[in-house]
Structure formats: C-alpha cells, structure tokens
C-alpha cells in the first residue's frame, strides 16, 4: 500500500503519523518534462499550420505587437507562443526587439526554401491537440472542465464549461463538485509530495508563528513546514470541498492539532488575520496579471511589519527565451487555467507594487522555486 493511502482511502488516521519530510530518492523533474512535451509539438504545429507564423517573419524582423495583431492575439496567448518558440531555438529579439527567424527556422521553416519541413509538419495540423491549442490560442481563455471531472458523481451538475482547476465566483469548477474536487486535489498532490520536503527545508520561515498556505489544496506544503517547525501553526485558505482532503491529509500525517482549514475565496473574502508568513505555492501561475497583482496587494496588506510572503513556483527566464521545459508548462498553464508561467522580474515588479522588497530565487525541485519577499521599510 502507497505511504500516502490511509489520507486518501478514507482509512482514517494512521498508528503511526505519515511524514512529509521523507525526500524521494531520485528526482522525478524527467518524468514531468516528458508529460509536458507533448505542448512542444501543438504550439510548433499550430505556429506553423494554423497561424503562418514562421511565412510572416521570412518577410523580415517585426515587432512583437505587429506580429500580435497580424496573428490576431491576445498578450497572453502570444507570450505562451513566443516563449515556447524562442526556447526551441526558431524566433529571436533583434538589437531593436523585433521578433526574427533563427538560421534554424529560415532554413526549415520557410515556405519555399530547399529544406522546409513545413508541409510535414502539417500533417499533424488536424490532430485533436493541435486544434485545441490553436482554438485556445485564438480565444485566449481556458479549456472548459473535463465533463468527467464534473458529473463523476451520480447526481452531481454536469455543465457543458466551466473551469477544471481554478475556482471564480459565478463559474462553474469542478473545485465545487466533491468527487471532482477531491480527484484534482489528489491529483496535484502526486507532485507537492515530491516537492514539499525540499520546500521546508529550504523555505526560510526565521520566528514565523503562523503560516497562511493560499490555495494550499491537500496542506501538504503546510504540512512539511510544521513536522519541520514544531512551534508553528497553520492556516489552509481553500474551497470548502478541497478542505475536505486537507482534513484528511492533516489527520494522517498528525498534525491536525496545529492545522486550520478556513474556506474563502481568495478574491473577494478577508485576508485571514494574525500570520507571519504568506505562502502562494503554485498559484499565481493559474491567474492572468491583473489578478495576479489583485492577490498580492491583497495578501501583502495583511502582513505584519516583520512579516513575510513566499511565492513557490516555476519561473520564465527574464528574457522569456526558456528554459524549454517551463515553456511548455506554461503552455499546459494556458489551456487550463487563466494564466501562463511568469518570469521572477515580472514576479518582482507585482511585489514592489504591492510595498514588498523581494529577494533572491531559492531553487527547489521539478523546475520550481521559492521568492521571498518582505515588507519595504519607509
């Protein structure tokens, strides 16, 4: 039986506590860079069947809003796109920003030139991921929930749209649905059990009383940091339906005593009072940015003077050329949720708006890691 299966079967609490400490012998980053790949050949695909990208740029460099407007998208989609492309090698800045082909693409990208693939490319143009990520692209808002997601359950609502991963007042979600809620919370567990032991050992808490884990889902990033800091309470700030398995994970891994579950949403509700440190552990990346910066003015006000918050997540480099596997997570960002990866200058800029001096990068696992951030002092 999997260490983890008391939390998730409804076994109840184990004789003996699980540990989230435990960090796995080998690192699963490979395993996350082959699920992710597949968004290298739909974005490559789309760019080339469906969009004529790399026909417009043989014309010569062109800024990146001119190439916007003749694709016809929107920032963010064009940010996935580009990103991903100049992380695999075939579009380049000029010396004056404009977007250009590399020798790569020019030679085998071109319409018309001696060696262009282009044609055979295409012929994955009318796969089913091809045409979902150019429709996404076009539209720039993200895939409607999976209808298994939603009516798993006899009885439940089964929608035709709605979101699978992210919860918006006035929108169905499957973050809702119990059954639908409790199946994703699990599922993005698989990967915060890897990570959380490398994330409490590295995430510098100093005197912290009271973490607030934003969206913290099963709690088992919280988790990690109170078996590593016994002196520290917690805070889960999610759906009621997700707190629901964050009871549960608090239970087996025996800190249910130190853990609170408080249903909110995040946008709308008070800021829970009273904690020393923020944590937002992949969660802005679900959120374009204005929301991203809503969130950080909003969880910023509530911290004290000597204070903190964390932002755990995967980041663009600052040039937005890469790394290629981030790139494509953002792509999987993009068809899912309202957001896309962001580069830490950009996390940066929210949070000295938001009044917060950050700090630097804290590497942790599977492309992932920590920005600290304080209060500026005036």
Excluded at 135 to 161: I, K, Q
Excluded at 262 to 282: H, T
Aim: proline share 9%; net charge negative; charged share 20%.
């Amino acid at each position: 039986m999997p260490p983890h299966a008391p939390a998730l079967r409804g076994a109840g609490k184990p004789a003996v506590p699980l540990s989230a400490l435990v960090f796995p012998s080998i690192d699963p980053t490979p395993i996350f860079e082959q699920f992710r790949g597949n968004y290298a050949h739909e974005l490559l695909t789309a760019a080339v069947a469906h969009f004529g990208l790399f026909d417009l740029l043989a014309r010569g460099p062109m800024p990146v809003d001119q190439v916007r407007h003749e694709l016809r998208l929107a920032e963010r989609p064009s940010v996935v796109l580009f990103t991903a492309l100049r992380a695999m090698g075939l579009l380049a800045l000029d010396a004056a920003g404009c977007l250009e082909l590399t020798p790569l693409a020019r030679e085998h990208l071109t319409p018309g030139s001696t060696f262009d693939v282009s044609d055979y490319l295409g012929l994955a143009a009318e796969s089913p991921g091809v045409l979902e990520m150019a429709t996404r692209l076009r539209l720039n808002r993200p895939a409607d929930a999976p209808r298994a997601a939603l009516n798993a359950a006899a009885g439940e609502p089964d929608p035709a749209a709605g979101t699978a991963f992210i919860f918006r007042a006035g929108t169905e979600s499957a973050m809702e649905h119990e059954t639908s809620a409790r199946r994703l919370t699990l599922a993005l567990a698989g990967r915060a059990k890897n990570v959380a032991p490398l994330l409490a050992a590295r995430m510098p808490l100093g005197d912290a009383h009271v973490l607030l884990d934003v969206g913290g889902g099963t709690g088992i990033y919280s988790i990690a940091c109170l078996q590593q800091n016994p002196g520290l309470r917690a805070i889960v700030w999610d759906r009621p339906e997700v707190l629901k398995v964050t009871a549960e994970f608090a239970a087996a891994y025996g800190v249910a005593d130190r853990l609170e579950c408080q249903p909110g949403d995040m946008f709308r509700d008070p800021v829970p009072e009273g904690v020393d440190v923020i944590l937002m552990s992949n969660i802005l990346h679900d959120w374009d940015v204005p929301e991203c910066r809503t969130l950080l003015a909003r969880c910023a006000a509530a911290l004290p003077p000597t204070g903190q918050l964390l932002i755990h997540d995967v980041f663009l480099n600052d040039a937005h050329d890469g790394p290629l596997p981030v790139a494509l997570y953002s792509a999987a960002l993009f068809l899912l949720t309202e957001g896309r990866a962001y580069s830490a200058a950009e996390y940066c800029a929210w949070l000295t708006a938001a009044g917060l001096t950050p700090s630097s990068l804290i590497p942790t696992i599977i492309h992932c890691a920590i920005l600290p951030a304080h209060p500026s002092r005036s």
